[in-house]
């Protein structure tokens, strides 16, 4: 007859021909180690043993972006969930790129004038890191949006104008959160 002892740190954790390793709460990297004693009808023995280590599974993660405003003066949080099914708890960090040109691994990440313009494209890698180095990552980005331009003042000169004798000059003061520079065009009517 052959019976058999499952170990695990030097503990027992099961007689059985077969080991349910979830049952067992271990962990990628430990050693499992089965001993098999052989015995025969005359109470004679032998045993033998043999081991295998726990491999690990990679970590998933899921990312999302929550914004305090939307133009360059916005403020971006990368939100990353992640999930590892050996139990572990992945390390989650975060690195934000305007294209190919890195904005640095702060979160939340304060966005201005130097580091986009409108349009830009906005990118946040999420990466896990589960206890066994092995890792995941999720992308996801953010449009920059333009602001639109606002208008201080207008004004007409000469006023009051005489037909005939004064030409009119329109001066618009206006300005541009984006620091955008602002092109101007006028349209003139009368009340006639």
């Known amino acids: 007859t052959v019976s058999y002892e499952w170990s695990i740190g030097g503990s027992v954790v099961s007689s059985s021909s077969t080991l349910d390793l979830s049952s067992t709460g271990s962990m990628p990297g430990v050693t499992v180690v089965c001993t098999a004693v ?9 045993l033998n043993s043999a081991s295998v280590s726990i491999g690990n599974r990679s970590p998933s993660i899921l990312a999302s972006i929550s914004t305090n405003g939307t133009n360059q003066n916005a403020e971006l949080t990368c939100n990353g969930t992640a999930t590892d099914p050996d139990g ?40 896990a890191t589960d206890a066994m180095g092995d890792t995941d990552t999720a992308t996801v980005s953010h449009t920059v949006t333009n602001t639109v331009p606002v208008i201080g003042s207008v004004t007409v ?26 092109l101007y065009s006028y349209e003139w009517s009368d009340s006639t």
């Open 157 to 182: 000169t000469p006023n009051p104008a005489i037909v005939g004798t004064d030409d009119l000059t329109c001066a618009v003061s206006a300005s541009d959160a984006d620091g955008d520079s602002i």
């Open 88 to 127: 572990e708890t992945p390390i989650v960090t975060y690195e934000w790129f305007n294209g190919s040109n890195s904005l640095g691994s702060s979160n939340p990440l304060q966005l201005n004038s130097t580091l986009v313009s409108s349009g830009d494209v906005v990118d946040c890698i999420a990466t």
């Open 38 to 46: 052989a015995t025969d009808g005359d109470g004679a023995t032998d």
